[in-house]
C-alpha cells in the first residue's frame, strides 16, 4: 500500500512539473524583451511570381516562435564582444565586402565584382572601412558579420537564428501569398516604407528614403507582426543551407533546408551557400528586388559585407533545454 501510495505520489510529482515547465515557467517568461511572439500556424511559402528558386509555392506548417523585433544593432553587438571577448572573422582576415557605385559612363554591362570591393580593416566597427566608426550609430544594425558570427550571438543569448520557413513566416506578418510585407502595391516606390534603394542600381541612388547606406533599426513601419526592417535595411542570415530547388523537395513542417553537402549555387558550384533573406538597401526594383517576401539569395557563409546582418529567434525547444540545464 506504502509502495502504490509513493508510487501514485511520484507519479503527480512529475506531472506537476511537467505543467509546470510547460505551462507557468514558460508563462512567466514569455514575450521576452523586443521579441514578438509568433503563433504556430500554416502558409503558403514562395512564390510563382518571383525568381525559378521561390517556385513552387508550398504550404508549410510551422510551430510557434519568438522572433526579434529588430535586427541585432551595434550596440548589442558591441555587448555580445565586451562579454566574451568575441572576434569577428573580418576583423581576423583584416578586410572585408563594402559596396561602391561604379563610375558612370560604363558602356559595359556591370556586375558584382564592379561594386564589391575588398576593403582593408573594414569590419563591424569601421562598416565603409578604416576612416569609418560606428559612432552615433549604435542603433543601426550590426553589418561585417559572418554567418558563425551571427550564431555565436544568438547562442551567446541562448537564441537561434530563424530558418528560412520562419522568416518568410514572419515576414509575410499574416499576409498570404502577396507579394511584400505591407501587401501587392509597390508602395516603396513612392513611400519610405522600408530602406531600399531609389532609382537605377548601381549607379544611381535617389536616396528619397533618406538612407544611402543602413538606417537605425526601427526608422520604418513595422509590418503587421509588429517586426521591423523584416524587409529592406540589411539582408539577415538564416538557418538554412542553400539549394535553388529546395521547395520542390521540403518538407511540409518545420523545413530546415538541406544538407551542407547538398547545398549549391549554380553560379558558384562547389562552395555550400546558406541562404540571406529580406533585401538591403542596396535592393532596388531594376536589380535584385529582395524587398519581396519571397526573395532568397545564397551567400558565402565566411563573407562579410556592409549590406548583410542578422536577428535572432528562440524556439520552445531551445527554451526547454535552457530550463533544463
Ligand atoms: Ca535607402
Ligand atoms: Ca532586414
Redesign the pocket.
Known sequence: MNNLKQCSLGVICILGIMFVDRYLFIETIADPENMIWIESGSYVMGSDKGMPDEFPPHEVNLTGFWIDKYEVTNQEFQEFVTNTGYVTFSETIEDSLVFKSPEQNQTRRLGPLDWWNLVTNADWRRPQGPEDSIDGKADHPVVHVTFDDALAYCDWITKELPTEAQFEFAARGGRDQEIYSWGNEPLHRNQAIT????GSFPIENK?S?G??TTAPVGSFPSNDYGLFDITGNVWEWVSDWYHPRYYEMSSANNPQGVKMEDSIDPAEPGLAKRSIRGGS?LCSDNYCTGFRVSARMPADPNSSTNHTGFRCVRNLSRLTHVIHQ
Request: proline share 0%; hydrophobic share 35%.
Open positions: 530602406n531600399n534603394w531609389q536616396v528614403d538612407y544611402r538597401f
